[in-house]
């Protein structure tokens, strides 16, 4: 990983300076999106077209996977066409077997139970303005069950980050998950810490993340979520806590910060609250790094695809 955001850092370099990068050429790659997506499928479109590669994108209401063809027998066929493939879907058993079947480089972006691709431009724009991730403390608040949390958490055990992850019991990081990010985190040497409790989990924080409070397929728990996570909105009070003047704030996006969206609207008219899981302050801050945790979708994902299936010497 550390690799593949050090070289993230230098195509993105070269790639302001017009130094053209043509490690895919004549390569062909799937976007398989199940899901929406405004930044991951932008990346992976941009990222290949820039790199050489020719990109075709596929919905699932354009191809049969898991309908009228089993995901075994498309993976056969894509594999067969083309260089490499990337998902966005539900389930986790898909894009593995996906890439048990297809015999070429398959992409996770984005199940239900990780978000992979996230991580390689949120430790770059942890770098671009900590100078480093090793030894900083990033806090996750929020829904810490969901894909975006499990990730941070994992990943942050690999690169020697501190991660808490704050968040009411019932939103705590699955067993399995926490399982292994702790045995990671005894090799690497970064400290863990999940806790409901708001002053131990805010304090001394490099960088506050948080992610909606629900995810994609989740939007019938607004008012469940609501209810448990409201003390955890993070607000310039929230921001102060963490006890540092120079605490960034990151978010994946997309973000619910005030009403200018159906269900930031919705929880306005319903629990009369402006922004759900980040105040539109703290989201148009100056410690708001969120716009370049965007941005770097496209540098990361252009590493890893030019690593794993282009021309790389
Ligand atoms: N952060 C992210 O994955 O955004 P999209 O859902 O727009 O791809
Ligand atoms: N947890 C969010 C992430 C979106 C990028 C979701 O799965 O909808």
Redesign the pocket.
């Known amino acids: 990983m550390e690799t593949l955001i050090n070289f993230a850092a230098d195509l993105k370099k070269k790639e302001k300076h017009g130094i053209p990068q043509r490690f895919m050429s004549g390569k062909h790659i799937a976007l398989i999106f199940e899901?929406?997506?405004?930044?991951?499928?932008?990346?992976f479109t941009v990222a290949a077209a820039k790199l050489g590669a020719n990109v075709e994108y596929l919905n699932k209401n354009d191809i049969q996977l898991g309908s009228k063809e089993s995901v075994e027998d498309t993976a056969k066929v894509l594999g067969s066409m083309f260089d490499g493939i990337a998902y966005?879907g539900d389930h986790q058993t898909t894009v593995e077997s996906l890439g048990e079947h297809a015999n070429i480089p398959i992409w996770n972006?984005?199940t239900n139970e990780w978000?992979p691709?996230?991580m390689l431009a949120d430790f770059l724009t942890i770098k671009e303005h900590l100078g480093t991730y090793k030894g900083k403390t990033i806090t996750f608040v929020g829904d810490g069950r969901n894909n975006v949390s499990h990730s941070l958490l994992v990943t942050g055990a690999i690169l020697g980050a501190n991660i808490n992850i704050l968040a009411p019991e019932s939103l705590q990081p699955a067993m399995s998950v926490q399982k292994i990010a702790y045995d990671i985190a005894k090799g690497s040497g970064s400290k863990l810490l999940i806790t409901s409790d708001i002053e131990k989990g805010i304090a001394n924080s490099d960088a506050v993340y948080t992610d909606v409070w629900c995810s994609?397929g989740e939007e019938d728990a607004l008012d469940e979520r609501v209810k448990l996570l409201s003390d955890y909105q993070i607000n310039q009070k929230l921001m102060d806590m963490t006890g540092k003047k120079d605490t960034i704030f990151l978010h994946?996006?997309?973000a619910i910060h005030d009403k200018s969206t159906d269900v930031g609207k919705l929880a306005y008219e319903k629990f009369n609250v402006d922004g759900l899981e980040v105040t539109d302050d703290v989201f148009r801050s100056p410690a708001s790094k969120v716009f370049d945790q965007?941005e770097n979708?496209m540098h990361t994902i252009k590493a890893l695809i030019a690593v794993t299936c282009g021309n790389v010497h």
């Open positions: 899901k929406q997506s405004t930044r991951t499928r932008s990346a966005r972006a984005l978000h691709t996230q994609m994946c996006l997309p965007a979708r």
